[in-house]
């Protein structure tokens, strides 16, 4: 195979949200960076394409709520550096009904530890402030007014923009087709193209994460799951404006998700992790019936004006068995990093992109990844139960 006449500082491989975020982070600090995508730009078979992502503080451990803060200024920080307004904050509410699979005491204690504020409401005090809503006596909701929307395809589009503007050479329809660990020579990537020598190689693979890993004898327990989000149109979308309705998460199981109107008068919503299995290369695109009729059904009980759905999108979820982060170096093979949010990572996208470019040209970042190691015990011990509820 003959070698590509550049050698870089960085290759990074996918780029989806959290890959062009990292490809901006290091070409604005100096690095040559190469950035390889094995389809368009931009494209539709992974998972930062569609409208909208949330925004918000509210999580279930105090790790992940200090994280939160650091989203937050990472795309203010975005926003400045593309020149554009990408958060939109609409206030969020946390549904946890009777007997909820997720419980709310975790979110109260991680965000109180956080002095992050919020407010606790019983039915009829949401019911007072957003009667679109109808609740089973004796939910617990949680209100926290700095929630925000931000979009996918847009953002994902802004960042790479801006890598290209600092130097970045980004590639689309050019796979990363193998991956040697070459020790203290760097790692070398291939493509159908020839090879690329780096001295260090970001993995922001996704769903694809384990066809490079395998490489390497470094493989994680990966699930990809088919999901589907519907757009529903309201008769009087005028109820459901953002200055009307927060976004919202119903945490139970199934777990349900939803946003306002957003960018059109349609109101987003979907169960998360209720889809099947699937090969990352051999999915479906078409919607689901009997999921959709599922969503459907909770949604004319839980928010009855949100009408008819109107269409349906596909995308997929890269799980690991805790649902926590894969953020590090691959063990025994240092120059080698991965960037995978376990399908609640966009939220966190540039700072996925400010954390891998810290580890790629110092070794280290200030902020604490402990819980995101590629070696901790739920990507390491034999059968890990599953936890995907959060």
Same mark, same amino acid.
């Given at each position: 195979m003959t070698v590509d006449s550049v050698s870089v500082d960085v290759v990074v491989v996918g780029l989806g949200a959290l890959g062009s975020a990292t490809a901006y982070q290091l070409a604005a600090r100096g690095c040559s960076v190469v950035? #390889?995508?094995?389809? +368009? #730009?931009?494209?539709? @078979?992974? +998972?930062?394409?569609? $409208?909208? @992502?949330?925004? %918000?503080?509210?999580?279930h451990t105090p790790g992940y709520v200090r994280l939160t803060f650091d989203a937050y200024g990472d795309w203010a920080d975005l926003e400045a550096a593309a020149g554009e307004a990408l958060v939109t904050t609409v206030?969020?509410?946390?549904?946890f009904p009777p007997g909820a699979a997720i419980p709310p005491a975790d979110y109260v204690e991680s965000m109180s530890a956080l002095a992050v504020p919020f407010e606790q409401l019983d039915t009829a005090q949401v019911r007072d402030r957003w009667p679109q809503f109808r609740l089973p006596d004796g939910t617990v909701t949680l209100y926290q007014e700095r929630a925000a929307i931000v979009p996918a395809a847009r953002a994902t589009a802004a960042m790479q923009r801006l890598a290209r503007r600092h130097g970045a050479d980004l590639r689309d329809w050019c796979p990363a087709t193998g991956l040697c660990d070459l020790a203290d020579a760097g790692v070398e990537v291939m493509t159908p193209n020839g090879a690329i020598r780096a001295r260090r190689v970001v993995l922001c693979t996704d769903a694809w994460a384990n066809r490079l890993l395998g490489d390497l004898d470094a493989t994680l327990p990966l699930t990809t799951t088919l999901e589907q989000v519907t757009y529903f149109a309201p008769p009087r979308p005028a109820d459901f404006v953002p200055e009307l309705m927060p976004l919202w998460i119903w945490m139970?199981?199934?777990?349900?998700?939803g946003f306002p109107c957003y960018g059109e008068q349609t109101v987003k919503a979907a169960e998360d992790c209720g889809g099947p299995a699937v090969d990352p290369d051999q999915r479906s695109f078409e919607p689901d019936a009997e999921r959709l009729a599922l969503l459907a059904d909770f949604m004319a009980g839980f928010l009855p004006g949100s009408g008819a759905a109107v269409r349906s999108k596909t995308c997929l979820y890269t799980l690991t068995p805790d649902r926590d982060f894969a953020l590090g170096a691959v063990p025994g093979h240092e120059a080698v990093l991965v960037g995978l *949010? !376990? &399908?609640?990572?966009?939220?966190? &996208?540039? =700072?996925f *992109? %400010?954390?891998? !470019?810290? #580890?790629?040209?110092?070794?280290?970042?200030? =902020?604490?990844l $402990? +819980?995101? %190691? /590629?070696? %901790?015990? &739920? #990507?390491?011990? &034999?059968?890990? $139960? /599953?936890?995907?509820?959060?």
């Open positions: 950035g #390889l995508e094995q389809f +368009a #730009l931009g494209h539709e @078979r992974g +998972a930062s394409h569609d $409208s909208s @992502r949330i925004l %918000r503080h509210s999580y206030g969020g509410l946390d549904f139970d199981d199934p777990s349900f998700y *949010g !376990a &399908a609640h990572g966009f939220k966190f &996208a540039p =700072t *992109g %400010r954390l891998l !470019a810290d #580890l790629a040209t110092t070794g280290e970042t200030g =902020t604490d $402990s +819980a995101f %190691r /590629l070696d %901790r015990p &739920a #990507l390491t011990e &034999a059968d890990v $139960s /599953l936890s995907w509820l959060v």
